[in-house]
């Protein structure tokens, strides 16, 4: 009898250990549910909370926990990266930097998480989408003319992601506009530096395909050279000019602008050869109407006039009877050349 009394006890002591251990496992089912439900509602923190409480309590159920603690942990990466989505897409309706802050220290956030659960599903989409948000950053930050915080932001982008194309375009533009000293929209100093961010962005998007940066980059690189040329040639500084506006034609070899400037600067340094093989070029590549080539007649006129060819720039010159041109290009003929088609 003895005997059986304590086998009695041993079993009523089991069944209301097995009770405890399936009201806990009941409670963490319960916690998960909710979990699931706050995540429904987008409340992310409140889910978070929930679902480490549910590791929690599944831990002390040992063996018979582990599924329940495996589907909690699986949602907490989850539940990280959903709110950095969150926040990201709040950046997108208001466009306000501290909301793009929020973002990028969720994806940081998420990544972390992500880690410590040895979890690979948002982690990947999270390294990619903070290069991006940076860059964001950076192009808010330029618009506000803040070009040191931009240079920053566009700097974190790209020690995250060194095959960025459009961040190296990014950074071209801040460098050309922190050293536009005098703000007239020229750059004054570091010309070569800033064309190296240019080809980078022109080298880094070839590689990767993105061809409307590649583009944007020689639109860019070629225009900048142009002015910067231009304001040379105005100012006298003809052997600058001559380089700079000659570099312009490595990023586009069929510019009637840069060719015309070329023809120009070189009048005006006594090349009248040079000129007239630069002009040429120009007319060909310009497809404006006569207005727009009377420039570029002019220059041709006025070199073929300095070689003594006077019928050649007596042509010239009757072509640049257009617009601001017209009255130059008739003093020209009349009173210099003494053109025939002046007299008529």
């Not at 987008?42 to 926990?65: C, H, K, M, R």
């Amino acid at each position: 009898m003895k005997v059986f009394k304590i086998s009695l006890c041993a079993i009523l002591l089991g069944l209301i250990a097995f009770q405890v251990q399936a009201q806990d496992r009941t409670q963490a089912v319960q916690l998960y549910n909710k979990g699931l439900e706050e995540a429904q509602a987008d409340n992310y923190d409140a889910a978070i909370s929930t679902f480490t409480q549910v590791i929690s309590v599944a831990e002390q159920l040992g063996p018979e926990g582990e599924d329940i603690k495996g589907n909690a942990e699986s949602q907490i990466p989850k539940m990280y990266f959903a709110q950095a989505r969150s926040y990201y897409q709040e950046f997108q309706s208001s466009r306000d930097l501290a909301k793009l802050e929020e973002a990028i220290d969720a994806f940081k956030s998420t990544i972390e998480i992500s880690e410590e659960y040895n979890d690979d599903r948002y982690a990947p989409t999270a390294k990619g989408a903070i290069p991006q948000l940076y860059y964001a950053k950076s192009v808010m930050l330029y618009s506000q003319e803040e070009f040191e915080a931009s240079e920053e932001a566009v700097d974190q982008a790209l020690n995250l992601n060194s095959n960025y194309a459009a961040a190296y375009y990014q950074k071209a533009k801040i460098f050309k506009k922190m050293n536009d000293t005098e703000g007239d929209g020229i750059i004054d100093q570091g010309v070569d530096e800033m064309l190296e961010w240019y080809d980078r962005a022109i080298q880094v998007g070839e590689s990767t395909n993105k061809m409307d940066i590649v583009n944007k980059a020689r639109e860019a690189a070629h225009d900048e050279l142009l002015a910067v040329g231009t304001r040379a040639s105005e100012n006298g500084n003809l052997d600058f000019a001559l380089e700079t506006l000659g570099k312009a034609l490595n990023y586009d070899n069929a510019s009637a602008n840069v060719y015309y400037r070329l023809a120009e600067a070189h009048n005006k340094a006594g090349n009248p050869e040079e000129a007239i093989d630069n002009a040429t070029q120009s007319l060909e590549y310009e497809n404006g109407g006569r207005t727009d080539k009377a420039k570029i007649y002019y220059e041709l006129g006025y070199a073929h006039q300095t070689l003594g060819n006077k019928s050649e720039a007596c042509d010239a010159f009757e072509n640049a009877l257009y617009g601001s041109f017209r009255s130059p290009a008739e003093h020209k003929m009349e009173f210099e050349l003494k053109c025939d088609s002046a007299a008529r």
